[in-house]
């Protein structure tokens, strides 16, 4: 299946290090060959950047290892094709809408079966991915919840919960989703996290041979939140993600978060995913 990467930080923050160990999975390190893309904010607007070469070889992800990024929320995707035509440009993660007067991302990695919701008009897909009607069912919710944007999120959350365990019944439902304010990561099968906050150390990639001190390069009211399918550096205290756990996550930490119900389909992958290892 796909793999996923986002970031929230307290302030703008550069993404290229953990980019170019991310991006090494789209067909060198991993063979998630069927595109990749990544949006980062600023202020309510947001970048987008999208290929449907894989991320390894892309020129356009050459090009982003090294444009100085920085943002304080970020979502990038790089996938394997399970639904909707491979190497099409349309069927390339991040989606983006507009609700609020903000831009909305979102990225999925799983495969929703038979899933077809109704759709109010108000989001329509443009490819053909289970991922994006998903992400337009959403908004749907999103939108009915007010004509304007609510004056906290907690509503926006209680409404990912609703929608997290009506959306999962149909398979894998790992997310990201950003309105460029905060975060919301939900595990389905697998997600790991990451707080970067003083004192700062030494990170080494997986997927590169690359390392950093992040000691030289932050302050120490710095602090982010990077969550991804699988850790992106050897020698950092990734967390795990629960099945089923959603995170709110602004200004780097994680303000709240869910253990939701997951369908007995998904508990059985998972299963059996454990018995593999």
């Known amino acids: 299946m796909c793999q996923l990467l986002g970031m929230n930080s307290a302030k703008p923050a550069d993404l ?50 090294s444009y100085a990024i920085k943002s304080c929320n970020v979502v990038s995707h790089i996938r394997k094709a399970t639904q909707g035509d ?16 903000r831009h909305w991302l979102f990225a999925h990695n799983g495969d929703l079966i038979n899933y077809v919701p109704a759709l109010g008009g108000n989001y329509q897909s443009v490819g053909t991915t289970d991922s994006e009607r998903a992400f337009c069912a959403l908004m749907e919710k999103l939108k009915a919840i007010s004509p304007r944007e609510p004056c906290s ?47 700062f ?50 200004g780097g930490r994680i303000v709240r978060q869910a253990q939701l119900k997951v369908s007995e389909d998904v508990q059985r992958k998972n299963e059996a995913n454990l018995a593999c290892v």
Not at 17 to 25: D, E, I, L, N, V
Not at 86 to 101: D, K, M, S, V, Y
Not at 163 to 171: K, N, Q
Not at 226 to 244: F, I, K, M, R
């Open 153 to 199: 999120l907690d509503t926006v959350f209680e409404t990912l919960c609703s929608m997290s365990e009506s959306t999962g019944e149909y398979g894998v439902f790992n997310y990201l989703l950003s309105n460029g304010q905060a975060l919301f990561a939900h595990c389905s099968t697998r997600l790991y996290y990451l707080v970067r906050e003083w004192p």
């Open 16 to 65: 290229r290090f953990s980019f170019t160990g991310f991006a090494a999975r789209g067909g060198l390190t991993d063979h998630h060959g069927d595109g990749f893309g990544i949006g980062f904010f600023e202020d309510k607007a947001c970048r987008i950047f999208m290929d449907s070469q894989p991320a390894a070889t892309s020129p356009v992800a050459e090009l982003l290892k």
């Open 201 to 250: 150390s030494n990170a080494k990639l997986v997927d590169a041979d690359l390392s950093i001190d992040f000691a030289q390069t932050n302050a120490q009211e710095d602090r982010l939140c990077v969550v991804a399918t699988q850790p992106l550096t050897l020698n950092e205290n990734w967390q795990q993600l629960q099945p089923g756990q959603l995170l709110w996550i602004e």
């Open 86 to 101: 491979a190497h099409r440009l349309e069927n390339c993660h991040p989606f983006t809408r507009e609700l609020w007067g």
